[in-house]
């Protein structure tokens, strides 16, 4: 059984920056893809930066130039480094991990940038 462990959500003012971990119980090497995701009230979540197993990226239009996505591979950690925050980037952002056919899901961590 896989577990992913989200930190370094908080609030934050317009601008700043914040740096996301997902701490996972396996060897990050045993993964496909992993990524950030991103959720708001009503909405469906949408990917915010992904990594898939040859280290290719994948990010959102809105995100492009400003999320960084990495690999922590010694302490199993998936990092998400964004700068220059909007308060469009505010909500619940979920690590997300697979392997084939398999996923799993973090639970989530908050962040909210003020104007």
């Known amino acids: 059984q896989v577990q992913l462990m989200e930190s370094g959500g908080g609030l934050v003012q317009a601008g700043g920056s914040l740096t996301l971990s997902c701490a996972a119980s396996a060897t990050i090497f045993s993964f496909n893809f992993m990524g950030w995701y991103r959720q708001t009230p009503g909405k469906q979540r949408e990917l915010v930066a992904g990594?898939?197993?040859?280290?290719?990226?994948n990010y959102a239009d809105s995100v492009k130039g400003r999320f960084t996505i990495s690999r922590d591979t010694a302490k199993n950690r998936v990092i998400l480094q964004m700068n220059s925050l909007k308060p469009e980037d505010t909500g619940v952002y979920y690590c997300?991990?697979?392997?084939?056919?398999?996923?799993?899901w973090g639970q989530g961590t908050q962040v909210t940038v003020s104007s």
């Open positions: 990594m898939a197993s040859g280290s290719s990226t």
């Open positions: 997300y991990a697979a392997v084939r056919t398999t996923h799993w």
